[in-house]
């Protein structure tokens, strides 16, 4: 199994930790969220991984050769202007294409400033068992951003903004509004299918494919800790966390 790390972003909410460095290279406890997130990916077992960058690339690349790349195969994927999650995976999909062999094994989508124990084994057996083009870790949680999944936790919608308006993409009779955390895994096919063009949001491919009857499928990860390390303060408590050992 491969895997995909989010790390292009300007890191905007991080600041002023990331005035002179990219947010994949903020430090928790000593350590960058780079390596954590990779070392987390290796003891699942994956040794393929990409990595898209944009907001001070060349630190990224200088600190991958200095580490050996982990002893892992790390590829980089450049991106001039910044194409969002949907619009990097798309420009990185050569790399979960190549050698396939007609092998359609999925692949991981892992963000760069999130932090969690979920089990990344359970959630890649749960999408194989279920057969799914997608499946993304959620969690009954507050959120501005909604996803909306049926009974059968299959994606039918999203709610988003101020007014929390709704857009549903599939009829269901209940719908469930949880939300996403960043992970995800995803089958080669859906790559194909992602026909939006240059800068935009893995999460609008979702939406568009789900109301075409394709598997998006909700593994829900609320027993798991997670967080999300977009700000300054997230990064001080996670710190405090793993003395805690609440994260391990």
Request: charged share 30%; aromatic share 8%; glycine share 6%.
């Amino acid at each position: 199994m491969k895997a995909m790390i989010l790390a292009a972003g300007l890191g905007t909410r991080l600041r002023p930790l990331t005035d002179k460095r990219p947010k994949a290279l903020v430090e928790i406890a000593g350590r960058t969220l780079l390596e954590i997130t990779v070392s987390r990916l290796r003891a699942f077992g994956i040794r393929e991984v990409i990595i898209n960058v944009h907001h001070f690339a060349d630190m990224i690349v200088e600190y991958l050769k200095t580490n050996d790349s982990f002893g892992m195969r790390i590829e980089v994927s450049r991106e001039e202007i910044l194409l969002d999650t949907g619009g990097g995976l798309k420009k990185a999909a050569w790399f979960f294409l190549e050698d396939s062999k007609g092998v359609e094994e999925p692949f991981i989508l892992h963000n760069v400033d999130v932090i969690s124990t979920i089990d990344l084994r359970r959630m890649a057996q749960f999408h194989a068992e279920n057969r799914a083009l997608a499946t993304l870790a959620v969690q009954d949680r507050e959120t501005t951003r909604y996803l909306l999944f049926d009974e059968e936790l299959r994606l039918c919608g999203r709610r988003t903004g101020r007014d929390q308006k709704s857009e549903i993409v599939r009829p269901s009779r209940q719908v469930q509004a949880l939300a996403f955390s960043g992970i995800h895994v995803i089958s080669p096919g859906l790559l194909p299918m992602m026909s939006e063009e240059g800068v935009f949001s893995i999460i609008d491919s979702y939406v568009r494919i789900a109301g075409r009857g394709e598997k998006i499928a909700a593994f829900r990860a609320d027993e798991y800790y997670w967080r999300d390390l977009g700000r300054p303060e997230n990064v001080t408590q996670a710190a405090e966390d793993l003395k805690q050992r609440v994260l391990t």
